[in-house]
């Protein structure tokens, strides 16, 4: 069975604040990974994918655990604008696409 | 460049009416995908197409029917709406199969009576 775990949260963390959190998969058939973000009532939209050797987009960064079968997103400095829900997303090569799990909503404070 | 557009925005049916959900994408994808997310459930996949003319089950496809008859457009159908039908239609578009990104129409935001 195809399956997506994450905290659901709510994470409050202040401004400024390092976060941090993870996903766990499955299906150790999973080919590729990703984050999502999803803010308030609007749609999923990429923020980035995750790969073996991990990575990294400014204040963001994505890694990957396949032993563990982990992947985790960091954000560094946070800023009020980061505040939504972040969707965790797994590929397992099928042409059915993705598998999202229920999200991690994250509430930035001043 | 729109992107993925999806039509209506918001709509209200009684139980056991029908209508006709309609995602267009302008970027020459394959690919296209309905999605309905529920609060606590996440997004779930309820049909797909991988190119004009087909389409094929996702997870949770009762119900619903779809048709890919032009490239650009996929149409989800409610035959005789439902209450557990009442959610947050996606569509989304990719250009290649499998694991690479998707692009997110929108949303419909459907209440069934």
């Known amino acids: 069975r195809k399956e997506v775990e994450q905290d659901p949260g709510p994470f409050n963390v202040p401004e400024g604040a390092t976060v941090a959190f993870n996903c766990t998969y499955s299906n150790s058939a999973s080919q590729s990974f990703f984050w999502y973000r999803q803010d308030c009532r609007k749609e999923p939209k990429l923020l980035m994918s995750v790969y073996s050797s991990g990575n990294e987009d400014g204040r963001f960064t994505a890694q990957l655990n396949r032993a563990s079968q982990y992947i985790s997103l960091l954000i560094r400095d946070s800023k009020l604008s980061d505040s939504a829900t972040y969707l965790c997303?797994?590929?397992?090569?099928?042409?059915?696409?993705?598998?999202f799990g229920k999200g991690t909503h994250l509430i930035i404070q001043p | 460049n729109a992107g993925v557009t999806q039509t209506p925005k918001f709509r209200v049916l009684k139980t056991g009416q029908s209508m006709t959900l309609l995602c267009a994408q302008d970027?020459?994808?394959?690919?296209m995908y309905w999605y309905r997310q529920d609060p606590g459930m996440g997004l779930r996949l309820i049909h797909y197409?991988?190119?004009?003319?087909?389409?094929a089950k996702g997870e949770v496809p009762d119900g619903y029917n779809v048709s890919r008859l032009k490239k650009q457009n996929f149409l989800l159908g409610l035959e005789s709406a439902a209450p557990s039908q009442t959610s947050v239609y996606f569509c989304?578009?990719?250009?290649?199969?499998?694991?690479?990104?998707?692009?997110f129409g929108p949303g419909t935001r459907l209440t069934v009576t």
């Open positions: 970027m020459n994808h394959e690919y």
């Open positions: 197409s991988v190119g004009e003319g087909t389409t």
């Open positions: 989304a578009s990719s250009p290649f199969l499998g694991g690479y990104e998707q692009y």
């Open positions: 997303v797994v590929n397992i090569g099928g042409a059915d696409g993705l598998t």
